[in-house]
């Protein structure tokens, strides 16, 4: 079935970049997508890439794709305390396409 | 405007009650989505409404779950002699239409905890 691959934890310094990494199993995905969930709050919606593309940049968030490897990155530059909370990494299947599946999610926390 | 909204925000029962989680989407969105968060488990998909259908109901995880949605808006789940495997968040989230491109926005979740 599909899964979705994220590491747990991420520490990183206030003003260092920070890369979330994601690995993904189903070739079929259109959209893959980044979330951000602070403490007792729900998701938020960061970014998201079209399967079509390589790269997306908006304003300090990156996100890879590397199709072949079924491997998704986000990268946050000049990370700050405000940036610490939990990143699910989520792609889409099936031929409905609205089906999302998460990874466990990544808990990135920002040291200042 | 108004995100979609979720009650009650906390919710304590004892093993074997009944609950309701309700879930306001935003308005003049058409799907609607619940899906649970376990501790260690991330997100499961649990159903999915478009109007007030439920074209795939294949996450729910027992006979004793079971949502329905009214008037295209107001969605209710209902977890029938609740179980102590039940503790979990339970987000809603809505969007415009069911196309993948068509963005989840997600509500702050209700935390149940079944002693």
Known sequence: GEDVEQSLFLSVREGDSSVINC?????????????????????????????????????????????????????????????????????????????????????????? | GAGVSQSPSNKVTEKGKDVELRCDPISGHTALYWYRQSLGQGLEFLIYF??????????????????????????????QRTQQEDSAVYLCASSLGDRASETQYFGPGTRLLVL
């Open chain 2, 50 to 79: 478009q109007g007030n259908s439920a074209p795939d109901k294949s996450g729910l995880p027992s006979d004793r779950f079971s949502a329905e949605r009214t008037g295209g808006s107001v969605s209710t789940l209902t977890i």
């Open chain 1, 23 to 112: 690995t993904y199993t189903d070739s079929s995905s259109t959209y893959l997508y980044w979330y951000k969930q602070e403490p007792g709050a729900g998701l938020q919606l960061l970014t998201y890439i079209f399967s079509n593309m390589d790269m997306k940049q908006d304003q300090r968030l990156t996100v890879l794709l590397n199709k072949k490897d079924k491997h998704l990155s986000l990268r946050i530059a000049d990370t700050q305390t405000g940036d610490s909370a939990i990143y699910f990494c989520a792609e889409n299947y099936g031929a409905g396409s609205y089906q999302l599946t998460f990874g466990k999610g990544t808990k990135l926390s920002v040291i200042p």
